[in-house]
T-cell receptor, first 112, second 112 residues
């Protein structure tokens, strides 16, 4: 049972490049989330999904897009990367709203 | 909006007891979570409180007072491996999405 898997684990992008971060969970969870974590700061919610085919904006959505075409996958896209998007990105999922999250291992992204 | 406050750093001695406090101000409240995050790793779920009182899980306990907007995480019989960041997270209104807002975390250092 893999839990929540994020790919890639590390990536360096040049300003203006695009990329997609993949999150996959095998726990049949309905809810999925993308957070970013910057040094000395808490996790900030980028986008989330309450089920297949649904997405919604979180606290810091600008510069990101998401898709949830299949229940087990939640993709985070950066269309034109900026240095301000240098961060560690965590995907999380939960079975229902009242449960704690299961996190992926994170993606460390550097934009130069 | 939501505002969550935790101390930035704490230090304690192996074998001792430490209490990490969290205060919050939210537009609605539907639960408080504690997560543990070791350096360079993903957060892992520790506890969930939705009603007032103490929840105990082995060496870890979590307390909630909704009227005071206050929670604490109590760690007993500290071990070196407990050195980590502890994140307080609150689930507010619009809870169908299960979204949580995180504090900046408390970095706990356990010394021999």
């Amino acid at each position: 049972n893999a839990g929540v898997t994020q790919t890639p684990k590390f990536r360096v992008l040049k300003t203006g490049q695009s990329m997609t971060l993949l999150c996959a969970q095998d726990m049949n969870h309905e809810y999925m989330y993308w957070y970013r974590q910057d040094p000395g700061m808490g996790l900030r919610l980028i986008h989330y999904s309450v089920g297949e085919g649904t997405t919604a904006k979180g606290e810091v959505p600008d510069g990101y897009n998401v898709s949830r075409l299949k229940k087990q996958n939640f993709l985070l896209g950066l269309e034109s990367a900026a240095p301000s998007q240098t961060s560690v990105y965590f995907c999380a999922s939960s079975y229902e709203a009242g449960r704690g999250y299961t996190f992926g291992s994170g993606t460390r992204l550097t934009v130069v | 909006g939501q505002n969550i406050d935790q101390p930035t750093e704490m230090t304690a001695t192996e074998g001792a007891i430490v209490q990490i406090n969290c205060t919050y101000q939210t537009s609605g409240f539907n639960g408080l979570f504690w997560y543990q995050q070791h350096a360079g790793e993903a957060p892992t779920f520790l506890s969930y409180n939705v009603l007032d009182g103490l929840e105990e899980k082995g060496r870890f306990s979590s307390f909630l007072s909704r009227s005071k907007g206050y929670s604490y995480l109590l760690l007993k019989e500290l071990q070196m491996k407990d050195s980590a960041s502890y994140l307080c997270a609150v689930r507010g209104r619009n809870t169908n999405a299960g979204k949580s807002t995180f504090g900046d975390g408390t970095t706990l250092t356990v010394k021999p």
